[in-house]
Nanobody
């Protein structure tokens, strides 16, 4: 059984930092992408960042570029999202996703596995 377990969310002031982790179990994701998406109340789920598990290529939404960094630890089968210079508009539930298409890593429907989500709240 494949599981993605997120951790690291919480409450932080604007300008602060958080690091999210997503530990995968049950399979590895070679030849696939792993990504982070977020969903704010009343809004659709949106792409945040993705990484090609094998090659390490990274992709970002324009809204987080230069503030967020996605990385992976192959040995631990874990993907991370370092979030710096957080803004109130970053407040959302953040979801880890695995098994995505390396040709279209920004589209949520290409991902086969999802975590339960972790809340990130940024106060002004």
């Amino acid at each position: 059984q494949v599981q993605l377990v997120e951790s690291g969310g919480g409450l932080v002031q604007a300008g602060g930092s958080l690091r999210l982790s997503c530990a995968a179990s049950g399979r590895t994701f070679s030849s696939y992408a792993m990504g982070w998406f977020r969903q704010a109340p009343g809004k659709e789920r949106e792409f945040v960042a993705a990484i090609n598990w094998s090659r390490g290529n990274t992709y970002y939404a324009d809204s987080v570029k230069c503030r967020f960094t996605i990385s992976r630890d192959v040995a631990k089968n874990t993907v991370y999202l370092q979030m710096n210079s957080l803004k109130p508009e970053d407040t959302a539930v953040y979801y880890c996703a695995g098994g995505g298409s390396i040709w279209n890593p920004r589209t949520p429907t290409t991902y086969n596995y999802w975590g339960q989500g972790t809340q990130v709240t940024v106060s002004s």
